[in-house]
T-cell receptor, first 117, second 112 residues
Framework: NAGVTQTPKFRILKIGQSMTLQCTQD?????MYWYRQDPGMGLKLIYY???????DKGEVPNGYNVSRSTTEDFPLRLELAAPSQTSVYFC????????????????FGDGTRLSIL | QKEVEQNSGPLSVPEGAIASLNCTYS??????FFWYRQYSGKSPELIMS????GDKEDGRFTAQLNKASQYVSLLIRDSQPSDSATYLCAPTVGGATNKLIFGTGTLLAVQP
């Protein structure tokens, strides 16, 4: 069982270039999330999705776009790369909320380390 | 602004000792709480979840929750050098969306 798979693992971009970070999960999770983690910092939510065709902004969405056409895939798009987007990007997924008092844990991919020069 | 506060550490404990990691959160609506372990250069790995006030034990790990005080902690008994990592506290926010808010983490160093 692969879990959450992210590609690529490493990438160097030039300022102004664009790219798509891929994320796919094989656990049939409805919910998916994109985070960024800067050195010495906690994870910040970029975008999330509660199902195919449904996406919403997180805490730090500027400069990014997402789509969710299938349950399995949740790609993250950088349109005009900027040095401030140098970070490690993590994709995560979870089952839907069990009930009001019991949320499901998120499971993370291995991350994409992105440098923009 | 919803926040999670953790002592950044490093918290240094000798092998075999109990490590105590603390976390406070600002959102009184948080219902579920997760502890993740993150080794340097790796992704977060779920180690504990807790949903009700009190203690929850799983092997060498015990999570403690006090919603009235907005406080959650993680105890690691018989600490091992392999426990050396950053521990992230993550309460839920936003209810049905299952979103998490993360602290900056506490770096634990277990000395052999």
């Amino acid at each position: 069982n692969a879990g959450v798979t992210q590609t690529p693992k490493f990438r160097i971009l030039k300022i102004g270039q664009s790219m798509t970070l891929q994320c796919t999960q094989d656990m049939n999770h409805n919910y998916m999330y994109w985070y960024r983690q800067d050195p010495g910092m906690g994870l910040k939510l970029i975008y999330y999705s509660v199902g195919a065709g449904i996406t919403d902004k997180g805490e730090v969405p500027n400069g990014y776009n997402v789509s969710r056409s299938t349950t399995e895939d949740f790609p993250l798009r950088l349109e005009l790369a900027a040095p401030s987007q140098t970070s490690v990007y993590f994709c995560a997924s979870s089952y839907s909320v069990r009930n009001r008092y019991s949320n499901q844990p998120q499971h993370f991919g291995d991350g994409t380390r992105l440098s923009i020069l | 602004q919803k926040e999670v506060e953790q002592n950044s550490g490093p918290l240094s404990v000798p092998e075999g000792a109990i490590a105590s990691l603390n976390c406070t959160y600002s959102d009184r609506g948080s219902q579920s709480f997760f502890w993740y372990r993150q080794y340097s250069g790796k992704s977060p790995e779920l180690i504990m979840s807790i949903y009700s006030n009190g203690d929850k034990e799983d092997g060498r790990f015990t999570a403690q929750l006090n919603k009235a005080s907005q406080y959650v902690s993680l105890l690691i008994r018989d600490s091992q050098p392999s426990d050396s990592a950053t521990y992230l506290c993550a309460p839920t926010v936003g209810g049905a969306t299952n979103k998490l808010i993360f602290g900056t983490g506490t770096l634990l160093a277990v000395q052999p």
